[in-house]
C-alpha cells in the first residue's frame, strides 16, 4: 500500500499515513458512528488509513457515539478506556486488536492535528 | 471479608451481603451488589410481615451461589416458627434470587413479603472513602419493573429489577400480599441486572439466559477445572482442604479481560476485582505447576496494554507494565488515574521473569516469539526509564499527587522507613527491585539466545546482569546489620530497616552465596518469623506493628517467595519450616489464607491474629499454599524435564502430586518427611 492516502469520509477528508504505536499491529477495523457504520480502519504495521468500506470483512468495530467521539480518538487524542468507560464508544469484535489500535494511535497518529503527514481538513 | 458477610462472585461480579442475604450498606457495611467497580445496589432488605427473617444457616454452595435458610420469629429465645424462608442466590451480570416461603403450620397464613431495594452507584473508592456522587440517581417503575439509575454527562449505570409475580411495584420496594396455605409454599423470583458500561453490545452479544443454565455449566466448569488441576494425596488431611480451596478460590478469581484469551486472577475480594499487574504475575508464577494456562492469559492481556506513551498522571512511560485498571466513575472523569494506572516498578520485571518462567515450564516457545516486540519494549523500559537517575539500579517516584507513594507490592505511605522509624526520601529504589531486574535479564538472555536468534543481546544482558549483581552486593549490603539493605533513599543512604524484602532476593538470585547466609539466619530470627510466617518488617525495627499493613504483619504470598528462595539457595529446612507455617496458618483459616494476618509472635497467640481490612479470598493469598507445595517437593523445570527434589517437614508425612502439566507432558511427584536418623 502507498505511504499516503486520503478519503472523504463523514464529510471530511482523512490521510493515512504513519502510526508508530502500530508496529506489529495487523487487521481491519470498521467505524460507526452513532450505530451506522461509515468506514474501516486499514491497519498495516506502521501504516493506517481510513477508506470508506462499509461492507467488507473487519476484525473488530469501533461504536462511537458521535464524529467528535470518533476524531478525537483516531488522533489519540480521548483516552479509549475513558471513552468506555463514559460509554462514548466500545469495541466489539476482536477487543484485543481494537485496543490494541486505539492505544497504538495515542502514541502518534496522522489523524491527529498536526500531525504533518495528514491533518484534518 | 468480614465473618459476617456472604459474598458470591462471577468475574468483577460480585455481591456481598449479610447473613441474612440483605444488602444494607452503611458507611461502615460495604454491603453491595458490584461490577465494573460501582456498586449497582446498596440495598436489598427483605421483610415478611413486618420482620427481617432470622438466619438459620447459610449454605455457601460454590462461589457463584449461596442458599440462606431463615425463620420468620418473634425473635424470642426460642425459634418457634411455623415459617420458613430459603433464598436462593446466583450471581451473574447482577444476581437473579428465588424467595420461597413454607407454611409448617396448621393455619393459612396472611404475610406482606416486602423487598425493599435502592442503589447508590457509589465508585468502589467512594465506597472504601466515604465519598459523595457528583451526578444524578433516578428511579424508574414501567410495566413491573424498576429501574435504578445514575447519570452523569454519558456516564450512565442502572440496575433493572424484574420479579416474575405480579405485585405493588414501587420506586424504592416490591410488596406482594400473599395467603400461604397450611403445609404449602409460595415462591417469587428476582432477576437484577446491572447494566455497565459495555450494557448496549452485551444486550446485542449475549441475551440474558437463567442462572440455572448457567450454573449448571459453571458447576461443569469448575469440576473441570479441578480435575484439570494436578491431584493431590496427602496424609496431613488439611492439605487436602487447603489445596482445594486454594483451587476453588483460584477458579472464583478468575477474571475475562475480553481483550486477549482465557482469564486471568483478579486480585482479590471485595476492593480488588480488578486487573492488577503485580498480582496477576505473582499469583501465576505461584500457580505456574498447577493450572499454568493462567500465566499465559496474564502474559497476553498485560503485553495488549503495555504502557505506550509518557503520561504523567498515569505514571506511564514506554514500555511499562501496568499496575491497576478501574472501570468506575472516578477513574472516568479522571480523579483517578487507573485508566490504566502503571505505577508499579516492579511490574514490568515480573512481566518479563513470568514470559520465561511459562515458556521453560510448558515449553511454549510461541509465545516467546508472539511477545518479543513486547518483551524488548520492556527491557527498555528498565534501563530507559525505571533507572530515572542513571545511578544503574532501578528506582521509583510518582510524577503526581494521585500516584502512589509507594510503587513496589508494600504499596501502602509509610513502608519505606529507616530503621529509626523516619521515611525515606524519594525516588526510592527497594531492593527486590533490582533482583528482579538481575533475575529478569537472566532470564531474557536465554529466551534471546534460544528463541530469538539474537545471541549480542543475550551476551549484553547476562553482562548487564552480573555487572548489577556485583554492584548490588557493595552498595546495598549493611555490614553492621548483615543484611541487604530495603532500599536505597533519594540521597542514595541506605534504608536500614530488616525487612522481608530480603527474602525476595534470594528468589531472584542476585545475593551473593555468604551474605545470602547472613540473611537466612535474619530471615529465621524471632524478629522475621513469627512462628506463621516472615513478618514484612522485623520485630526490631522502629516503624513495626504487628498490625501495620507493610510494618509488620504477616503475607502469605510473600512468606511462599520467601521459602521459594531459601529452596533457591539450598536452605531446604528452612524453607520447609516456613511453609509448614504457612500450612498451620491456613488450617486454622480454615484453609483460605487472608492476604495478611497479625505479626504477633506464635508463642502469644494459638492462632494467627486476623488483620482487619484484608481482602479474602485474595489472589496471592489463595497461591501461597500452591507455591508452598511446589516448594515441598522442590518441583522445577529445565526446559524438558521436571525436576523433583522434595523436603517434607513433619507432620506433613507423605505428599503425592500428581499429573503435573508442562513440557513433559504430565508427572507424578511425591515426598515424604523423614525422621530425624533418616535426615
Redesign the interface.
Known sequence: MANESSEEIAGRKWHGGNAP?L??VYGRLRVTVGGKPIATMVVEGTYVALIPDVSGPADATV?C?DEDVMRKLFAGEL?P??A?????A?I?GD??FG??VM??L??GSPFAPGAGIGDMT | MSLDTVSILDGSTFVVSDRRGDLDATPTENHGLFLEDTRFLSRWVLTVGGIRPKTLSVDEQAYFKVQFFEAVTTGTVYVDSHLSVIRRRSVSGGFQETIELENHGKDPVDLEIKLDVASDFADLFEVKDKLAKVGQLYSNVDDGTITLGYRR????RETVIKADKKGEVRADAFVFQVKIAPQSSWSVGFDVLARG??A??EDL?APRISTALQDTARDRGLQEWIAGAPRLIATWDPLIKIYRRSLVDLAALRFET???PGALPAAGLPWFMAVFGRDSLLTSFQSMAFVPELTAATL?ALA??QA??EDPFRDSEPGKILHE?R???M????ARPQ??YYGAADATMLWLIMLEEYERWTGDTDIVRELE?EARAALAWIDNYGDRDKDGYVEYERRQDTGLDNQCWKDSWDSIAFADGTLASTPRATCELQGYVYDAKHRCARLAREVWDDPALADKLDKEAEDLKRRFNKDFWIPERGFFALALDGQKRKVDSLTSNIGHLLWSGIADEEKAASCVKHLMSDELFSGWGIRTMASSEGSYNPIGYHVGTVWPHDSSFVAWGLRRYGYKAEAAKICRAILEAADLFDGRLPEAFGGYPRTKTSYPVEYPTACSPQAWATGAPLLVLRTLLGLDSDGKHMIIDPAIPEPLGRIELLNIPGCWGRMDAFGRSLAAHED
Request: net charge positive; aromatic share 6%.
Open positions: 504505536g508496529a506489529g461504536m457515539a483516552n478506556f475513558i468506555s468507560m463514559r460509554r462514548l466500545r466489539a477487543r484485543g485496543t490494541r492505544l497504538g495515542q502514541v | 454527562d454519558s456516564f450512565v458500561r459495555r448496549d453490545i452479544e475480553g481483550i486477549a497476553r495488549i496494554l505506550r506513551k485498571v472501570l468506575g466513575e477513574t472516568a472523569f479522571e485508566s490504566p516486540r
